[in-house]
């Protein structure tokens, strides 16, 4: 499957300390590119050279959601929430508790695109304005 468009390519990636193999990054990278696009209104989906801090939030978006994507996983193949071993106990995750992962990866990841996009002008516009002209 061929990935265009990306904001931080594979190499780039790799460079910076990245850690995935290519396929997963992909998704990934298509993943956060989606989440820079909303927030910005897609004013980045036109630019030849693009920001450094668009790279480097990538690559903490990418990290952050690959962390979340773990967590998940793992929460919801065992929906095992904590163990004891001294009179054995097991907690499950419940849906709110599901939930809840969510919306603090939502919350996070908006917190890494206002951390590293604030203030960034492409083409005499701030790419995170949201007002009216």
């Not at 990054?25 to 956060?32: P, S």
């Not at 590119?33 to 909303?38: A, G, L, S, V, Y």
């Not at 989906?45 to 450094?52: D, N, S, V, W, Y």
Request: glycine fraction near 8%.
């Amino acid at each position: 499957m061929e990935f265009e468009g990306q904001y931080l390519e594979f190499d780039e990636y790799e460079e910076l300390g990245g850690s995935l193999d290519e396929t997963p990054f992909n998704i990934l990278e298509f993943e956060a590119r989606k989440k820079i696009d909303e927030r910005t209104q897609g004013r980045l989906k036109k630019i030849e050279e693009l920001p450094q801090e668009v790279k480097m939030c990538m690559f903490a978006l990418i990290n952050t959601i690959n962390g979340y994507t773990k967590a998940y996983q793992e929460s919801n193949n065992k929906n095992i929430a904590s163990e004891s071993v001294g009179s054995y106990s097991v907690n499950y995750v419940s849906g709110s508790q599901i939930r809840e992962i969510i919306k603090s990866k939502s919350i996070e990841l908006d917190y890494v695109i206002r951390n590293y996009l604030y203030g960034v002008v492409v083409n005499g516009e701030h790419i995170l304005y949201l007002g009216v002209k």
